[in-house]
């Protein structure tokens, strides 16, 4: 198990197995895989940065946006967990907590325990298809808006109407397999330009 | 469950490890911030990075309010017109009316030896964004300490109060609105000068009376305005209309639900007040008196 299930390898730099070795598991049949290029850093982050741009955006109090940040933010830490750790996560919910005028740190402990959630399953989540990682996703940025959620109740009480803000957690994991198939898009380039290739 | 890497790799600490030692950053970041003011330095620095990077981000927002007001139709621009003119037609009644009284309330100041009210400095700013966090009410504004903003300033628009500056930054100001659930504020009901304490109510976008008994003079549709007991909010600024008033007899209180005056989350220029915030009460004085003297300690909670 241990051995079969890295596919794109942690550390980003090689492919040891394609998918295509992998054993059958159940109910699930033989799918090829594409051999992943290496990741470059500088994409890993001015994804991040464009995420975080995204969530600064003045979207006021429209419940639907979902956190474009903790999306990339798990996206990353599942499939790069050796280069996006959680003190990325720690230092960017900082900054989010400040632009919001919560509480410092509120925002920071929830992108940790995201990250910390997304880098312990990594392994798994990558397993399944795309569609399937959806509930996962769904599972982790529930997590994420528990934690705040929770730190808020216990300091100020509940207020009206605040389980509606859940609500972008679900446009989140929708959202997550059009962000997978960006954000994978650079790795998936041919590593030779072939003019006969035909795709 | 451990799917842990083979030990000769070097994966540096692990994963519990670092999860532990940040949540209890987090943690002790939440509590240290909640007690005391001690991180509004750290706050204040990463706002003043950030605060560029937001104005730039505002941008496209404003670009499509600008395109969208470019597109209005002549008949719309002509409606509004109109309505501003009548608009200004019956307050230029009213400001008239105004000076007349402003002159005969100096005058029965000065004879009854009444101290002179002096008139509030105030700075018209702008509304940059409303906070995502869904448990709290607050607007950012484009003007901070730099342009001499305090802490404590009442903020109102055209038609009442929108809610207090809470938080200062070098460049922009965090104000908590009316309707947040942790504001209060001194009101007053013309119809009667009932006195009351005004706190955000349990619905969106509402305020509420509370600690009123059951059986209160308090109808639908009375005005409400501030008291300024607090010495903070100027008194007689609309505040809210009563919408409903439950009397439900299991409770002691009655539950008064008011909407704002003020559009709260529609207008985007505002008005901040510059009023001094009423000197603390003297330990000797609080001792002797110690509730009535301090009205407003919940009104300047930062």
Same mark, same amino acid.
């Given at each position: 198990?241990?051995?079969?299930?890295?596919?794109?390898?942690?550390?980003?730099?090689t492919?040891?197995?394609?998918?295509?070795?992998?054993?059958?598991?159940?109910?699930?049949?033989?799918?090829?895989?594409?051999?992943?290029?290496?990741?470059?850093?500088?994409?890993?982050?001015?994804?991040?940065?464009?995420?975080?741009?995204?969530?600064?955006?003045?979207?006021?109090k429209?419940?639907?946006?979902?956190?474009?940040?903790?999306?990339?933010?798990?996206?990353?830490?599942?499939?790069?967990?050796?280069?996006?750790?959680?003190?990325i996560?720690?230092?960017?919910?900082?900054?989010?907590?400040?632009?919001?005028?919560?509480?410092?740190?509120?925002?920071?402990?929830?992108?940790?325990?995201?990250?910390?959630?997304?880098?312990?399953?990594?392994?798994?989540?990558?397993?399944?298809?795309?569609?399937?990682?959806?509930?996962?996703?769904?599972?982790?940025?529930?997590?994420?808006?528990?934690?705040?959620?929770?730190?808020?109740?216990?300091?100020?009480?509940?207020?009206?109407?605040?389980?509606?803000?859940?609500?972008?957690?679900?446009?989140?994991?929708?959202?997550?397999?059009?962000?997978?198939?960006?954000?994978?898009?650079?790795?998936?380039?041919?590593?030779?330009?072939?003019?006969?290739?035909?795709? | 469950?451990?799917?842990?890497?083979?030990?000769?790799?070097?994966?540096?600490v692990?994963?519990?490890a670092?999860l532990?030692?940040?949540?209890?950053?987090?943690?002790?970041?939440?509590?240290?911030?909640?007690?005391?003011?001690?991180?509004?330095?750290?706050?204040?620095?990463?706002?003043?990075?950030?605060?560029?990077?937001?104005?730039?981000?505002?941008?496209?927002?404003?670009?499509?309010?600008?395109?969208?007001?470019?597109?209005?139709?002549?008949?719309?621009?002509?409606?509004?017109?109109?309505?501003?003119r009548?608009?200004?037609?019956?307050?230029?009644?009213?400001?008239?009316?105004?000076?007349?009284?402003?002159?005969?309330?100096?005058?029965?100041?000065?004879?009854?030896?009444?101290?002179?009210?002096?008139?509030?400095?105030?700075?018209?700013?702008?509304?940059?964004?409303?906070?995502?966090?869904?448990?709290?009410?607050?607007?950012?504004?484009?003007?901070?300490?730099?342009?001499?903003?305090?802490?404590?300033?009442?903020?109102?628009?055209?038609?009442?109060?929108?809610?207090?500056?809470?938080?200062v !930054?070098?460049?922009?100001?965090?104000?908590?609105?009316?309707?947040?659930?942790?504001?209060?504020?001194?009101?007053?009901?013309v119809?009667?000068?009932?006195?009351?304490?005004?706190?955000?109510?349990?619905?969106?976008?509402?305020?509420?009376?509370? !600690?009123?008994?059951?059986?209160?003079?308090?109808?639908?549709?009375?005005?409400?305005?501030?008291?300024?007991?607090?010495?903070?909010?100027?008194?007689?600024?609309?505040?809210?209309?009563?919408?409903?008033?439950?009397?439900?007899?299991?409770?002691? !209180?009655?539950?008064?639900?008011?909407?704002?005056?003020?559009?709260?989350?529609?207008?985007?220029?505002?008005?901040?007040?510059?009023?001094?915030?009423?000197?603390?009460?003297l330990?000797?004085?609080?001792?002797?008196?110690p509730?009535?003297?301090?009205?407003?300690?919940?009104?300047?909670?930062?």
């Amino acid at each position: 198990m241990k051995m079969w299930t890295s596919r794109t390898g942690s550390n980003g730099t090689t492919v040891t197995n394609p998918g295509t070795m992998r054993p059958p598991t159940i109910g699930r049949s033989l799918r090829p895989e594409q051999v992943l290029r290496p990741v470059r850093p500088g994409f890993i982050w001015s994804t991040l940065i464009g995420a975080f741009l995204l969530n600064l955006l003045p979207w006021g109090k429209d419940v639907w946006v979902p956190d474009f940040f903790a999306l990339t933010l798990v996206f990353w830490n599942v499939h790069q967990p050796r280069r996006v750790g959680m003190g990325i996560a720690f230092v960017f919910g900082l900054l989010m907590d400040v632009h919001n005028g919560t509480l410092f740190g509120e925002h920071a402990l929830a992108y940790t325990l995201v990250s910390y959630g997304a880098i312990s399953l990594h392994r798994r989540i990558q397993w399944f298809p795309v569609l399937s990682q959806t509930i996962y996703v769904f599972a982790l940025l529930l997590v994420a808006q528990l934690a705040s959620a929770a730190i808020r109740l216990w300091v100020g009480g509940a207020s009206p109407g605040w389980w509606l803000g859940l609500l972008s957690s679900v446009v989140g994991a929708v959202i997550w397999p059009l962000l997978n198939s960006f954000l994978l898009a650079p790795q998936r380039r041919p590593a030779k330009r072939d003019d006969t290739r035909p795709l | 469950m451990e799917y842990g890497p083979p030990p000769l790799f070097n994966q540096g600490v692990s994963a519990r490890a670092r999860l532990a030692f940040f949540s209890l950053a987090a943690a002790a970041l939440i509590i240290v911030d909640r007690q005391v003011n001690a991180l509004d330095s750290v706050r204040n620095g990463v706002e003043t990075i950030l605060y560029p990077v937001q104005r730039v981000l505002l941008w496209p927002r404003d670009l499509v309010v600008d395109v969208a007001g470019y597109f209005q139709t002549i008949g719309s621009l002509n409606e509004e017109n109109e309505h501003l003119r009548r608009q200004m037609v019956e307050q230029s009644e009213r400001a008239q009316q105004a000076d007349q009284l402003q002159k005969e309330n100096d005058q029965l100041r000065s004879l009854a030896g009444v101290k002179e009210r002096l008139a509030v400095p105030s700075q018209v700013v702008v509304e940059l964004y409303e906070s995502r966090d869904s448990f709290s009410n607050k607007i950012v504004i484009d003007r901070g300490s730099h342009d001499g903003m305090k802490p404590g300033g009442p903020v109102i628009d055209e038609s009442g109060v929108v809610g207090q500056v809470t938080r200062v !930054f070098p460049n922009s100001s965090e104000v908590t609105l009316l309707t947040d659930k942790e504001q209060s504020l001194p009101v007053q009901v013309v119809r009667n000068g009932l006195h009351a304490v005004a706190f955000g109510g349990q619905e969106r976008g509402t305020l509420e009376l509370k !600690f009123l008994p059951a059986n209160v003079d308090v109808q639908g549709g009375d005005q409400v305005v501030t008291s300024g007991l607090d010495g903070v909010y100027p008194a007689g600024m609309a505040v809210a209309t009563v919408t409903r008033v439950d009397r439900d007899l299991k409770d002691q !209180f009655a539950r008064v639900v008011l909407k704002p005056a003020a559009g709260l989350s529609e207008s985007r220029l505002l008005l901040v007040l510059m009023t001094k915030p009423p000197p603390l009460p003297l330990p000797e004085a609080e001792q002797r008196k110690p509730a009535n003297e301090r009205p407003n300690s919940k009104a300047v909670r930062r």
